[in-house]
Structure formats: structure tokens, C-alpha cells
């Protein structure tokens, strides 16, 4: 494994073998790679966001020599076209264009791996499709109800009142009290200042709350425009829509893939999306094993997460199952 980079526990950097643009629909078309052993046991990797993106760190929580690692840009991120584009993209058109992928690619069954957004995603993906799954690594449980949504919206400023206040800034105090729909009217104006400045903004705010310690380094990710258009954009657009679900329906249909092994791993300061909810995952769901990381915010690549998602990794590697 590689400690040299962050001194993160992570396997070494490597480069995807194979990549293309899987054509969905007649909007989207969404980018695709793989790596690691083309003849291993297949892994998904499901970014966060909505809207947040792959980037080449997220290949190395799995052994190369053994994963098949696949991931992809969901629609309007990343290297998927068009960035940002919020039609035609709802949760059970995801759930799809996995399936969609999978079949292009001829693998039958994979493990899979998703933090927040991704978690959701992977949850609701399952739930779906139960008999292509092997099981789950899930990090930042976020079930997307409506107190979750409101937390993000409100409740994260009392921890990070300088970020809030940042986020409120440009609206207008009588617009305030439902900052949901004034970012709404922003995000998606003609103007296209007026969204990217107000993508901008949302994707800085959640840029800030990610780390229990500061990471400068990491805030320059969010500022990229091509983050902050699929991060802003899309989140408010799920958020608008309860992520195109029913309140708690990924908990109610958890019996379609309790007997599947699945690991939770959350972080014990997690502002973003708070223990809570990985709780009432473990309590729906007690065959699932809850790791709480007691260094950790919510990001994937702080040292105790990162470590714990290998170690993960690594046990379904050799005994198809987590204690």
C-alpha cells in the first residue's frame, strides 16, 4: 500500500487499462473506466454528490491485483456530458444506467462501494437489483429524507457557522427562510453566471464542512468549476425531489438485501451527513457490521476512513464477507 501521498493507507496510484462514454439516452452520456485485474472479482464505485465525480484516488482503496475496479461519472458529472444537466436525471435512471453499464461490460455479480451520495445510491441500487449484487462497503450513510436535507441546509452551521453564513451570504434575508428554493431559482437561471456563481457557492459550503481537521488542499477541489457546477446543481435538484424517493425507503426495503454482507463505516464527526442515520441503517439492518471512525468528519480520504475502506476491501477479498 501506499503511505507516501497524505500518509493515507491507500494502494498505489494506477491507471485505468480501458475507458469510453457510455451513450444512455439521448441527453446523457456518461464516462466510464476500468483497472485493476480485468479477470478479477468486480467492484462498482459509486462517487458522492450527487454530482461530485471519480478522480484517479478513488481506484486505490482496492487491490489491483485482485478487483476489477469499475467506476463511472453519473449523470451531469464529472467527465459525463452535459455537465450539470439536471433533466432526465433521477435516482431510478441511475439505478439504470448501472445496470446499463454492467451489462455492457458482461459482469454478472459486483461488490459495491459507495460513500454518501454514493451510499444512497448503492442502497437504492441494491434494493433494485439484489441478485447482481455481492455485497456493500457503504461510508456517510445519507438516506436522503427530508431532516437529513434540512440538516445540510440549516443545521450544519452550527458547527460551521463561518461556512453557513458564506453559503447565505447573496440571498437575501426575506429569501431565507426556504434557502432550498433560492438557490433552486440561482442554480437554474438563464443567466449563467447567476448558476455557476450560485454553484460556486453551494459546492464551497460542503467543501468546508467535509474534514474534521482543515484540508486547504481539498478546498481547491470544490472551487474547480467543473465540481461545483455537477455538485451544486445536482444536489439541489435531488434535494428538491427527496432524491426521487419515498421518506425512509431505503429503510423500509432493507429486507431485499439483508442477506447480502454489507459493511457501514462512519465518521464519528461527520457534519455532512450525521451518525444518526448510519445508526438507523445498522438498527434496520444489525447483519450489516456499523465501524465508527472516531478521528473522522465525513470525506472518504481522512486517514481513519481511508483506512477502515481498504481494510474493508481487503477482508471481502479474502473471506467474501465482514466480521
Not at 47 to 62: A, K
Request: charged share 20%; with cysteine; net charge negative.
Amino acid at each position: 500500500m501506499d503511505a507516501s501521498t497524505s500518509e493515507l493507507p491507500l494502494f498505489p496510484p494506477l491507471q485505468a487499462y480501458r475507458s469510453g462514454m457510455l451513450p444512455v439516452d439521448g441527453r446523457h452520456t456518461l464516462y466510464w473506466e476500468e483497472c485493476g485485474n480485468p479477470r478479477g472479482v468486480p467492484v462498482l464505485f459509486l462517487h458522492g454528490g450527487p454530482g461530485g465525480g471519480i478522480s484517479p484516488r478513488h481506484r486505490q482503496f482496492f487491490n489491483p491485483d485482485y478487483y476489477r475496479i469499475v467506476l463511472f461519472d453519473q449523470r451531469g458529472a464529472g467527465k459525463s456530458t452535459p455537465l450539470g444537466e439536471y433533466r432526465d436525471n433521477t435516482t431510478p435512471l441511475l439505478i439504470s444506467d448501472i445496470e446499463a453499464l454492467r451489462a455492457m461490460l458482461g459482469i454478472e455479480q459486483w461488490l459495491v462501494f459507495g460513500g454518501s451520495w454514493g451510499a444512497t445510491l448503492a442502497l437504492a441500487y441494491g434494493q433494485a437489483h439484489p441478485q447482481n449484487c455481492l455485497g456493500f462497503i457503504l461510508r456517510g450513510i445519507f438516506l436522503c429524507t427530508r431532516a437529513e436535507i434540512d440538516w445540510f441546509m440549516y443545521g450544519m452551521r452550527w458547527f460551521f457557522p463561518e461556512a453557513h453564513a458564506a453559503f447565505v451570504a447573496a440571498i437575501p434575508p426575506e429569501e431565507r427562510g426556504d434557502l432550498l428554493q433560492a438557490y433552486k431559482r440561482r442554480l437554474f437561471s438563464d443567466d449563467a453566471q447567476v448558476s455557476l456563481q450560485a454553484a460556486r457557492d453551494w459546492s464551497r459550503y460542503e467543501g468546508h464542512c467535509l474534514f474534521l481537521k482543515p484540508q486547504p488542499e481539498m478546498l481547491q477541489v470544490f472551487d474547480d468549476d467543473v465540481v461545483a457546477l455537477g455538485v451544486g446543481r445536482l444536489e439541489a435538484h435531488y434535494f428538491l425531489h427527496q432524491g426521487f424517493m419515498e421518506e425512509d425507503q431505503l429503510i423500509r426495503n432493507i429486507d431485499k438485501i439483508r442477506h447480502l454482507p454489507a459493511v457501514i463505516i462512519q465518521g464519528r464527526y461527520d457534519a455532512v451527513c450525521p451518525p444518526v442515520s448510519a445508526y438507523r441503517l445498522h438498527e434496520a439492518w444489525p447483519q450489516a457490521r456499523l465501524q465508527i471512525i472516531a478521528d473522522a468528519g465525513h470525506a472518504a480520504l481522512e486517514p481513519g476512513t481511508a483506512a477502515a475502506l481498504v481494510a474493508a476491501t481487503e477482508q471481502f477479498r479474502l473471506q467474501q464477507k465482514f466480521d
